[in-house]
Structures are given as structure tokens and as C-alpha cells.
């Protein structure tokens, strides 16, 4: 085919020589001396931590945003040969010479400097003059917060650069009708607000902006009556099923996408760990994997257990009693039962293990072969290491009132006799004789006496309770709450009947052979709850810009006109005396004596650090 071809083959090239020369200033301004200073710098100190653990492999949560923004930090630290080792403590510290400060501080320098060209080319897609676009890219240039956040080894230059993009990417496509690359710019669009979200959830906010933006123009497009429906949905160039496609199915892919390439990489146990559930720290290499390896899985009578509740908030804890006694007044002069404390005990600790017994006998080890425990059987909790049952009654909690209190039964030969049957509620069951399982279960224990739910109340006792969680037995109980919920996290099978060598057995590691895997998407849920949604913060500068454009739009006779572009002109100047002023402070450099430092205080609030190099 080829005496088809048309010759001689041209190709047409438009170069933007003053885009050029702005993306040229912007990578000058952001890319020099970024080296500068070797230390650490204000959020370094935060991100850092987070770019070590991702060197190391080791699972971390950051509750500020999902995990893009750092895997496009450690993409630079990996470039770098970064192997982790640097100890993030405090702003100000001296890198040591394993850290390759260039490369960790290059991609957002880079970000920053393609905001420019991008908002550029925004102005331009906006309608306004290349003049216009001009200007806001000076101002954008010469923003001396904008260059440092830039610099440094920070998400905010890497946000906005994703955000400028899929803004533009959206008018491109909007603008487009007949060009051939329409549907390649709402792809980018897509993209770029996935990982404008993965760096920070702040980004949800132009992603919906863009939303709204596209239901608007599909709701015209709808409302074309010159479209028979099949034109509109299948065979129409600008059908909307791409566009659902592009903008929302392709981002909720990304999204999901990056939590796993982040739980695939981050396979070590680490310091987060006990802010997840048992089963997602089983899920680790390391940590709570190597400790329950192999447990048995099927809880079973005789079991020796930990219980942790479900619930990470405030803190994750376990199931807790010791040989001290409830008070017999409080300080409100209310009255207890005198009986053993029982709280929930935020760390790892002998007296975390309980037995679960048969009421209808006296042994204490699992039998051979062992009886599994099921939903809806009755059982008793012995601690392991005080021989005390697990019990509530008609007394009020120290702490909560409105509950029964907790305790481990004292027999004192009065009229409170022991009321320490519980019923095993498994909640995530499949089925209603199901077995409950190690780490997997999630378990009510319901009073049989009083129906009362064994929960968490997250109220901490006093100095006579060593500042340790509150557990209560809650008659009140309604629908699904984590913290009534629990699950056994270490489990083994007792073998001692006797008191002496019980507490030898409780005191030694479990082991055994059997392995549990988590799914990605229970991993990927689970992380979900700690996402938060910071708050929007608007500057007051986006009024001022709104006010100026408001202005010019009334400005309707040349002399006034004139008379504006002066006020303009004006502004341009004062903006770059600013930036020249401050450019020591944004570079570092030239270095200043201590007067010619305080002749930039402008305003007595300023807390004006110095170094010493």
C-alpha cells in the first residue's frame, strides 16, 4: 500500500516560544540550588518517616490521605539509592551522606515547575489573551510560598500540578468537538483527578468541581432532541457512557489501584500495626504473624485466649484483669461490689489471657479430640492468671452508671452470688452452629443473667485503676458497634489443669501451623476508616482574584482601561520586589548579616529563624 501515500510527508510543528520561556524560568526558579540547605525542612520531618518505612518495606497508614503521594516521593528516593536509614526526629537535623537530598526533593520541584506552563495554558483555554496568561503565570512564578513548598520534599506542588491538569485536560475535551484526541484528554482527565485524590483527599474537591461540570454539559447533551437515543447512548461521539467510564469508573479503579501496589509493597509488620484488626496484622510478615503463626484456629473448650475488641478507638486493647479490687467507695460516694478489677489494657501482658471453660465441668484443658465452641453456646471466662470468672450484675460501672460494672468474682459470703455465664454471639457468621475462629471471629459475649453485652465504654478510670480502659456490661445494646465487639488474637490449647503450671504455660510463646491470609479489598475497607477528609480552607486571594475580574468587566471605555492595565502594571512590580526581597529566605542564599535579616520582619508576628552553616 504503500503507492497510496501521498508524498512528500510534512509535518507542521507550533512552538509556544513564550510557553517555552515561562516553563524555562519556572525550572530555574524551582530547580536551583534545591540541595540547599542539607537538612531537614518543617514537613521533611513527616513525609521522611513514611519514605523510610517504604525503603524497608514496612506497613505504615497515614489517617492525613491515601498512599500516591508518598509512593511518588519514594519513586524519587529509590532513584536515588535511598536505603532508608536516617532517623527523622526533629526539623533542622543534618542529613547524613546516605541520603540523596536532590533526588528526594526533585519531583515536587518538578511538579511546581510545570504548574506554571499548566496554568498557562488554563488562561488560554479559559479565553482569555496570551497578555492574560501571561500575567497569572508571573505571579504564579514569582510566589515565594509556591517556590518553597516547591523545593522541598513536600505533597503540595504535586497536588496542585495534578489538579491544574485534569482541569485543563477537561477543557481541552469540552472544547474539542471534531479532534481526534477528545477522548485521550478526558482520559487524562480521569487520571489526573485519581491522582490528584491519591496525594490528598483535598483533591475530592476539584474532582467534584468537574463532576458537576460534566452532568451540566451531559444534561445538555441529553436535552438535544436532534439525537434519537441509540445515537445518544451507543453510536454519538459524545455518548455518556464514556464519560462515566473516563470519570468515574476509570478513578475508583486508580484509587483502589494504589492501595494495593501500597499493601503489596508494604508487606513487614511495622509501627502501625496495632491500630489495625488482628486478622490485618496476621496478614504481615512479622509482628503478630510471627507470634500467631500456626495457631489453632478453631476455638475450642480449654482454649487459653487473648481477646482484643474490634474497635481501635481510642486505642486498641485487651481483654485485662489483676489482683487489684474495685474500690468501695468512689470518689462521687457512689458504692461497688469490691471485686476484682477488669479493664481493657492497651499493651501485650500475661494477664491479657483468659480460659474458656465449660460450665458443666471442672477441667480446665481442651480434650482430645478438642470441643469447638460455637454460636450460641454457653460459656465461662477464667482469667488465667487470678482464677477469677468473668462477671457483671446489678452494679453500676465506675466510669458509666447507666452499665453494669465488670469484674473478676470474689466470693465474699454476701448476698451477690456469682453471675458468670456468657452466650457466644458470632456476628460475621456464615451460619447459625458456626465454629468461632482465631482472629477471624467477631464476637459478642452477652450475659445470660442480664443480657447485658461485654463493651468497650472507652471512659479510662482513675489513678486506682492505673489509668486503664473501662469495660462494662451495656444492657442497652442496639445493632452493630465495634466497640462490643472481640475477637481472639492469640489462642493456644491448655494442657494444665494446675494453677502453678498454668501460669508457666501462659508465660511461654504459642506456636503451631497454620496460616491465614487476608483478601486485598477486607485490607482495603479497613483502611477506608481511616481516611480523613480535611477540612477546605480558602484562601482569601481567590475573593481578591474574583473581585479584580469583576472589576475589569465594568471597565468599559479605553481611558479607564488604561488606567487599569497601570494598576496592573503596578502590581506586577510590587509582586517582584517582593520576591527579590525575599529571595534569601526562599533559596537560602546570599547569606544575610542579622540587620539586613530583621529589615525583612515586615510584620512583628514573623518568628524569623536563623542557621548557622
Not at 472481640?486 to 494453677?499: D, L, M
Amino acid at each position: 500500500l504503500w503507492f497510496c501515500v501521498k508524498l512528500p510527508i510534512s509535518v507542521r510543528v507550533e512552538i509556544n516560544l513564550l510557553l517555552l520561556a515561562v516553563t524555562g524560568l519556572a525550572l530555574v526558579t524551582r530547580l536551583y540550588g534545591i540541595h540547599f540547605p542539607r537538612a531537614v525542612v518543617f514537613d521533611e520531618v513527616y513525609y521522611g518517616q513514611f519514605l523510610s518505612l517504604y525503603m524497608k518495606q514496612v506497613f505504615f497508614i497515614d489517617e492525613s490521605g491515601p498512599p500516591f503521594g508518598h509512593m511518588v516521593l519514594a519513586l524519587g528516593a529509590y532513584l536515588g539509592g535511598f536505603d532508608g536509614n536516617f532517623v527523622w526526629n526533629r526539623i533542622g537535623a543534618e542529613y547524613t551522606s546516605n541520603v540523596p537530598v536532590w533526588s528526594l526533593r526533585v519531583i515536587p520541584a518538578l511538579a511546581g515547575s510545570f504548574c506554571i506552563p499548566l496554568a498557562y495554558l488554563l488562561v488560554v483555554e479559559l479565553g482569555y489573551s496570551h497578555f492574560s496568561a501571561l500575567g497569572a503565570c508571573m505571579l504564579l512564578l514569582m510566589e515565594n510560598s509556591l517556590i518553597v513548598q516547591s523545593r522541598f520534599m513536600l505533597l503540595e506542588s504535586v497536588l496542585i500540578f495534578f489538579l491544574l491538569l485534569a482541569v485543563l485536560s477537561y477543557l481541552h475535551f469540552h472544547k474539542a468537538r471534531n479532534s481526534s484526541f477528545r477522548w485521550f484528554w478526558l482520559m487524562i482527565c480521569g487520571v489526573s483527578c485519581a491522582c490528584g485524590i491519591g496525594v490528598k483527599y483535598m483533591g475530592m474537591f476539584t474532582y467534584f468541581l468537574l463532576l458537576g461540570l460534566t452532568a451540566v454539559h451531559t444534561w445538555q447533551l441529553i436535552g438535544d432532541r436532534t439525537l434519537s437515543y441509540v445515537k445518544l447512548w451507543v453510536q454519538h461521539y459524545d455518548f455518556v457512557l464514556v464519560r462515566f467510564l473516563a470519570l468515574v469508573v476509570l478513578p475508583v479503579i486508580m484509587y483502589i489501584g494504589f492501595f494495593y501496589v501500597h499493601l503489596t509493597l508494604l508487606y513487614r509488620s511495622g509501627p502501625h500495626d496495632q491500630m489495625m484488626s488482628s486478622a490485618f496484622q496476621a496478614s504481615l510478615e512479622g509482628g503478630l504473624a510471627r507470634i500467631t503463626q500456626g495457631q489453632p484456629l478453631d476455638v475450642a473448650l480449654g482454649s487459653q485466649v487473648t481477646l482484643r475488641t474490634v474497635s481501635s478507638k481510642p486505642v486498641p486493647c485487651w481483654l485485662h484483669s489483676h489482683k487489684v479490687n474495685y474500690p468501695i467507695r468512689y470518689e462521687n460516694g457512689r458504692g461497688s461490689s469490691h471485686q476484682q478489677q477488669v479493664t481493657c489494657y492497651p499493651f501485650k501482658d500475661v494477664n491479657n489471657w483468659w480460659i474458656i471453660k465449660d460450665p458443666g465441668r471442672h477441667t480446665l484443658v481442651v480434650s482430645s479430640p478438642p470441643r469447638p465452641v460455637r454460636h450460641g453456646d454457653i460459656i465461662q471466662l477464667l482469667h488465667g492468671m487470678t482464677s477469677r470468672y468473668l462477671n457483671t450484675h446489678d452494679v453500676a460501672a465506675p466510669m458509666s452508671p447507666h452499665s453494669q460494672e465488670v469484674s473478676g468474682y470474689i466470693d465474699f459470703n454476701v448476698s451477690m452470688p456469682a453471675q458468670n455465664l456468657w452466650r457466644v454471639d458470632i456476628v460475621n457468621r456464615e451460619s447459625d452452629r458456626e465454629i468461632w475462629k482465631t482472629i477471624l471471629s467477631e464476637v459478642r459475649l452477652v450475659h445470660v443473667n442480664t443480657s447485658a453485652v461485654l463493651k468497650l465504654s472507652g471512659a479510662s478510670l482513675p489513678e486506682w485503676g492505673f489509668k486503664q480502659l473501662e469495660v462494662v456490661g451495656d444492657k442497652i445494646y442496639k445493632g452493630y458497634q465495634q466497640s462490643g465487639m472481640w475477637n481472639v488474637e492469640e489462642h493456644r490449647y491448655g494442657r494444665s489443669q494446675e494453677q502453678k503450671e498454668r501460669e508457666l504455660e501462659l508465660k511461654s510463646p504459642t506456636h503451631s501451623d497454620i496460616k491465614r491470609n487476608l483478601t486485598f479489598m477486607a485490607k482495603f475497607l479497613e483502611l477506608q476508616g481511616w481516611a480523613i477528609f480535611p477540612i477546605l480552607s480558602i484562601n482569601s486571594n481567590l475573593f481578591l482574584c474574583a473581585h479584580i475580574c469583576m472589576l475589569f468587566s465594568f471597565l468599559r471605555s479605553p481611558a479607564q482601561r488604561k488606567a487599569f492595565g497601570v494598576v496592573i502594571l503596578a502590581v506586577l512590580c510590587s509582586v517582584y520586589v517582593s520576591y527579590h526581597n525575599l529571595s534569601p529566605l526562599t533559596y537560602g542564599q546570599p547569606a544575610l548579616s542579622s540587620d539586613e535579616l530583621a529589615a525583612l520582619r515586615w510584620r512583628e508576628s514573623w518568628d524569623i529563624l536563623l542557621r548557622k552553616r
